[in-house]
């Protein structure tokens, strides 16, 4: 068949316009019926995954990995279906990358790192000066020598991974627990002093500017004691222009250290310090309707935080949690969803 068209560059007058555009608004909508699709009133349709419904909120949402796992299938499909952030769990870490003095390992991390570019993943970087997981030789050596260790460290690490990070942990856990808000013993605290903190993030600047560089502990999501050290680290390093970027908030909870009530405002405390926020290691021991409303909560907290710009689950599936015991995560051990995958969709503003 073939149809004559007249095209006039003049526009058609209103009545005719509205009546054309009805038209073709009731032809679509009988093709979309005809073709079985569902048109949502007004808004677009619901994201169905944890990534793409905080990426719709300009949000990330990762998960910890380990690389002895991303060759079992159920592990993988999650991993990929699901996130659009990977940290690696403990590939990244001083004993994993540099075992011997200055023989850097990178295998298991670029494992993680390949696997999670060529999915369009982004990837956070865990972790750099660390008092755990530190080979021994680190702490038997003198200051100076430690001073250009941790420097090398951090130097051959970011640079090896250059462009394909978007935050780094650069100093994990330098607080004490406890109500004294003191520094924790280390090799690094105990031979350089309180400076060693500051000269890890210039280093770290100065390895990969285009990276976000974070302070990242645990038992600082409410405001208490070791919070208000960091903060008050924080608060001088912007005071005196030490380049930071980021806090991550570990929010590793279960019933004696349950999600704080205050977990929002201590958020919001830091990131009005100029700072973005993170939740780095989520998991929440428990099961049913009370671990899911926790974690409602804790995403929901994020979401008001316009700089809590993403969230890490530690661990793709209960059965490989460091406490599996708990189940604290989202995926049980038969990658089926639990209840608590549910509320933090929902709390993302996805549908399932
Ligand atoms: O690599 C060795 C392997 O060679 C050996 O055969 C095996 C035998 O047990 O152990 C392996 O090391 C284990 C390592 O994980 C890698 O699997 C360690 O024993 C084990 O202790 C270590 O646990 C990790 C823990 O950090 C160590 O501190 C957890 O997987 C990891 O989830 C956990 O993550 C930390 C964050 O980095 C920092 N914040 C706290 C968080 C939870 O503890």
């Keep these: 068949m073939v149809m004559s068209t007249s095209i006039s560059h003049a526009p058609a007058p209103r009545h005719r316009r509205s009546r054309a555009r009805s038209a073709l ?7 979309l019926a005809a073709a079985g699709v569902t048109a949502l ?27 002895q796992h991303l060759g079992e299938s159920g592990y993988a499909a999650t991993l990929n279906t699901e996130f659009n952030s990977s940290t690696p769990e403990n590939e990244m870490k001083w004993d994993a990358v540099e075992r011997t003095r200055n023989s850097f390992t990178f295998g298991a991390a670029d494992q993680i790192v390949n696997h999670a570019q ?22 038997g050596l003198g200051a100076a020598d430690l001073r250009s260790a941790m420097n090398n460290h951090i130097n051959k690490v970011m640079q090896h991974y250059k462009g394909k990070i978007h935050s780094w942990d650069v100093v994990n ?20 002093g309180d400076g060693f903190i500051e000269e890890a993030f210039r280093t770290a600047r100065a390895a990969d500017p285009a990276a976000k560089l ?18 008050n680290l924080v608060r001088d390093f912007k005071a005196r222009g030490v380049p930071i970027d980021c806090v991550g908030f570990q929010s590793h909870f279960n019933s004696a250290s349950p999600v704080p009530g205050d977990y929002q405002a201590n958020l919001k405390r830091f990131a009005d310090l100029g700072v973005d926020v ?8 428990g099961s049913g309707t009370a671990q899911a409303n926790n974690y409602s909560n804790v ?22 949690s460091w406490r599996a015991s708990g189940t604290p995560l989202l ?7 639990k209840p608590a995958y549910h509320a933090v969709l929902s709390a993302l503003g996805g549908s399932g």
């Design 173 to 192: 856990e330098a607080f004490q627990d406890g109500n004294s808000g003191a520094r924790r013993s280390s090799p690094f605290q105990d031979k350089l």
């Design 214 to 231: 974070c302070y990242n502990d645990y038992n600082t999501d409410g405001i208490n004691a070791k919070s208000n050290a960091v903060y």
């Design 41 to 67: 009133s007004g808004t677009a349709e619901a994201a169905s995954t944890l990534g793409a419904a905080a990426a719709e909120k300009g949000r990330y949402f990762g998960a910890a990995v380990a690389a």
């Design 278 to 285: 993170q939740i780095t290691e989520l998991d929440i021991e």
């Design 25 to 31: 608004v009731l032809g679509m909508a009988g093709l």
């Design 331 to 337: 995926f049980d051990g038969n990658y089926t969803k």
């Design 118 to 139: 060529s999915r369009g993943m982004k990837v956070r970087g865990h972790t750099l000066v660390w008092h755990s997981q530190l080979p021994g030789w680190v702490g």
């Design 299 to 320: 995403v929901k907290a994020c979401l008001a935080v316009s700089r809590c710009t993403g969230i890490t689950v530690w661990g793709v599936t209960d059965k490989y």
